[in-house]
C-alpha cells in the first residue's frame, strides 16, 4: 500500500512539474497597454530609466527592432493613443534613435550615450493598462478605439498615469 501512494504522489508531483513548466505564469504574460505622449515619438526606440530617471535601466537588443521598425512600432489608434508593442512603461523614455537606424547600429550604445539620446524623460500624457493581451490584434484595436471614442478608457482600463 506504502509504494502506491508513493508512486501515485510522484506521478501527480510529476505532472503538475510538467503542466507548470508548459504554461506562462500569469505575470509573464504581456498586458495591453495603451498611451499617449506629448509629441510623436512612434518611431523612436524607447528606454526604461529608474524611478528617479538618472539612469536607463534597460533597453531593446537590435534583434528586437526590425529593419523599419514595422514589428515593434505601437499600433496609432484614434485620438492621439498608441497601442504598445515594445513594452513601455511609466518610466520609459524616448530617444533620437529611429528604429531603422538602430536597427542597423554596428553594436548596442552603452548606457551614458542612451541617456545622451534622451528627448524627454517624461514623455507620456497618459497610460491605461488595459490587462492581459487576448484575441487578434484587428478585434482589438477596434475595441481600443471604440473605448477611446466613448471616453471608456478609465471605466475599461487602469489608469497608469
Same mark, same amino acid.
Given at each position: #500500500? #506504502?509504494? @502506491?501512494?508513493?508512486?501515485?504522489?510522484?506521478?501527480? %508531483? %510529476?505532472? &503538475?512539474?510538467?503542466?507548470?513548466?508548459?504554461?506562462? /505564469?500569469?505575470?509573464? %504574460?504581456?498586458?495591453?497597454?495603451?498611451?499617449?505622449?506629448?509629441?510623436?515619438?512612434? &518611431?523612436?526606440?524607447?528606454?526604461?530609466? =529608474?524611478? $528617479?530617471?538618472? *539612469?536607463?535601466?534597460?533597453?531593446?537588443?537590435?534583434?528586437?527592432?526590425?529593419?523599419?521598425?514595422?514589428?515593434?512600432?505601437?499600433?496609432?489608434?484614434?485620438?492621439?493613443?498608441?497601442?504598445?508593442?515594445?513594452?513601455?512603461?511609466?518610466? =520609459?523614455?524616448?530617444?533620437?534613435?529611429?528604429?531603422?537606424?538602430?536597427?542597423?547600429? @554596428?553594436?548596442?550604445?552603452? /548606457?551614458?550615450?542612451?541617456?545622451?539620446?534622451?528627448? $524627454?524623460? &517624461? /514623455?507620456?500624457?497618459? #497610460?491605461?493598462?488595459?490587462? %492581459? @493581451?487576448?484575441?487578434?490584434?484587428?478585434?482589438?484595436?477596434? *475595441?481600443?478605439?471604440?473605448?477611446?471614442?466613448?471616453?471608456?478608457?478609465?471605466?475599461?482600463?487602469?489608469?497608469? @498615469?
Amino acid at each position: #500500500m #506504502m509504494k @502506491k501512494i508513493t508512486g501515485f504522489s510522484v506521478a501527480v %508531483l %510529476l505532472l &503538475n512539474t510538467f503542466v507548470t513548466a508548459q504554461t506562462k /505564469p500569469v505575470s509573464a %504574460l504581456p498586458h495591453i497597454i495603451v498611451y499617449k505622449t506629448k509629441k510623436d515619438y512612434r &518611431n523612436r526606440v524607447a528606454v526604461v530609466l =529608474s524611478t $528617479d530617471k538618472k *539612469q536607463v535601466e534597460s533597453y531593446p537588443d537590435q534583434s528586437d527592432i526590425k529593419t523599419g521598425g514595422a514589428g515593434a512600432l505601437p499600433v496609432l489608434l484614434h485620438k492621439g493613443y498608441l497601442l504598445d508593442r515594445r513594452g513601455v512603461g511609466i518610466n =520609459s523614455a524616448f530617444t533620437n534613435y529611429t528604429y531603422k537606424e538602430y536597427s542597423t547600429l @554596428k553594436e548596442l550604445p552603452s /548606457p551614458a550615450e542612451f541617456m545622451s539620446r534622451i528627448t $524627454d524623460k &517624461n /514623455p507620456m500624457v497618459a #497610460m491605461y493598462d488595459c490587462g %492581459l @493581451k487576448r484575441g487578434q490584434d484587428t478585434a482589438l484595436v477596434k *475595441q481600443l478605439n471604440d473605448w477611446i471614442d466613448h471616453r471608456e478608457l478609465d471605466k475599461k482600463c487602469r489608469r497608469v @498615469k
